[in-house]
């Protein structure tokens, strides 16, 4: 059995996530964490002080990062959003969409969200392969989006 060796993460930051539930942002607490071989995207409760579901996705299913403004029908982006494209049983068309939330209101994320993107290239380029960068304008949440049924829960 292979043992994952957390060596990086970004706890307690401000993101939001996507869901087909409700297609608009809404703000929750997400844990990112790096290991070896997987990063989590793990769901905090800050009402009961635990994570209430994660998912453990293998660096060998990333196959792109996106950094873009987040998806608006009006106005200008007010912050920079990352997707994490990914494959799940061999199918394509998975993502997670974070946005940091900074607290200096004149900085949009981007820089931390690109710091984040190059450390999950770096550890899969370990691994012996690579994943791409694209900044690029991010579509809508509900175009490709696909739920997975596997989201592991803590409750």
């Known amino acids: 059995m292979c043992r994952d060796v957390i060596f990086m993460a970004w706890l307690k930051q401000q993101f939001s996530e996507c869901t087909l539930i409700d297609a608009t942002h809404r703000d929750v607490d997400v844990l990112l ?5 997987a990063y989590y995207v793990a769901y905090y409760d800050d009402e009961v002080d635990k994570v209430n579901q994660y998912q453990r996705l293998s ?9 873009g403004p ?11 959003c990352m997707r994490l494209h990914y494959r799940y049983k061999e199918a394509s068309g998975y993502f997670h969409t ?12 981007k820089d931390t969200l690109q710091c984040i ?33 596997d989201t ?3 409750c």
């Open 33 to 37: 964490l790096l290991s070896n071989s």
């Open 59 to 67: 660096l060998e299913d990333l196959e792109k990062i996106e950094i």
């Open 70 to 80: 987040e998806p608006t029908l009006f106005g200008k982006p007010k912050f920079s």
């Open 98 to 109: 974070l946005r940091a939330v900074m607290r200096n209101p004149e900085e949009d994320g």
């Open 117 to 149: 993107a190059e450390m999950l290239q770096i550890t899969k380029q370990a691994m012996g392969s690579d994943v791409p960068i694209i900044e690029k304008k991010l579509e809508s949440c509900q175009e490709g989006y696909q739920r997975r049924e």
């Open 152 to 154: 592991k829960s803590n």
